[in-house]
């Protein structure tokens, strides 16, 4: 039993089909990257496995369990975490504040405690920063807030869209050196990113996408080294 499936997955957005019965899977343990052109659908699989848009055709089951169109707060329960595209962090309110968001249905402060204090062993540079309001950070500090903020519920499971987006190359560089020890942690990995190189140096297995289809899936390497793949993402 894989523990992330999607399953001939439709999703429209009013009259554009924008998935059109895409199969993945991700593995416990893994890092799994889905790469393709901007519109291709990367970000609407995130975002169905979220129920943030709704799932006309087709399921998404995690540990067997189906949770197509659960309401987003119960799928988060059920241990997955997403960092949406551009971070959406709160800018007005503090890191600290920001990370209380992510832990919103823990009643149990100790807990609380606990959760923060490794999110800060991944990211010293927050506990800095903890009174600091969010939207003074710089890009690499946000990117950082937001992926900690999702690591507040504890996931098994972590969706990130684009965590490169707009960030130095010696920032990137941190942020995929980071993921690489919460996957070494235990945490699963699917990953959107614009960087396809990096991700499939990252990631175990990958998954191309254009207009809304999976038209290629293997090993990072193996992608790494295919022809269209180079021509079409890593030129």
Do not use: W
């Not at 990211?123 to 009174?131: I, Q, V």
């Not at 999976?214 to 793949?229: F, H, K, S």
């Amino acid at each position: 039993m894989s523990f992330l499936v999607l399953e001939n997955v439709h999703v429209y957005y009013g009259g554009v089909h924008a998935l059109k019965g895409v199969s993945l899977t991700v593995e416990q343990g893994e890092i799994v990257t889905l790469i393709g052109a901007n519109g291709a659908g990367k970000t609407t699989t995130l975002r169905a496995v979220c129920a943030q848009v709704k799932v006309r055709e087709g399921r998404v089951t995690f540990q067997g369990r189906d949770i197509t169109n659960q309401p987003t707060h119960e799928v988060v329960s059920l241990g997955i975490g997403h960092v949406p595209e551009g971070r959406r962090i709160f800018s007005r309110l503090t890191v600290k504040e920001n990370l209380d968001i992510g832990a919103f249905s823990v009643r149990d402060k100790s807990l609380v405690k606990r959760r923060l204090e490794q999110v800060f062993a991944c990211f010293p540079r927050l506990k800095e920063r903890l009174n600091q309001k969010a939207g003074t950070l710089s890009g690499g500090e946000q990117q950082m807030l937001a992926i900690g903020r999702a690591l507040m519920s504890e996931p098994s499971l972590l969706l990130l869209d684009e965590p490169s987006m707009g960030l130095a190359p010696v920032v990137v560089e941190q942020i995929f050196d980071i993921l690489k020890d919460l996957n070494q942690r235990g945490t699963t990995l699917l990953l959107v990113e614009q960087n396809a190189f990096q991700a499939l140096q990252l990631a175990h297995r990958g998954y191309v996408i254009q207009n809304g289809e999976i038209r290629m899936a293997d090993a990072a390497r193996t992608l790494l080294e295919n022809e269209e793949v180079k021509a079409a993402y890593l030129a």
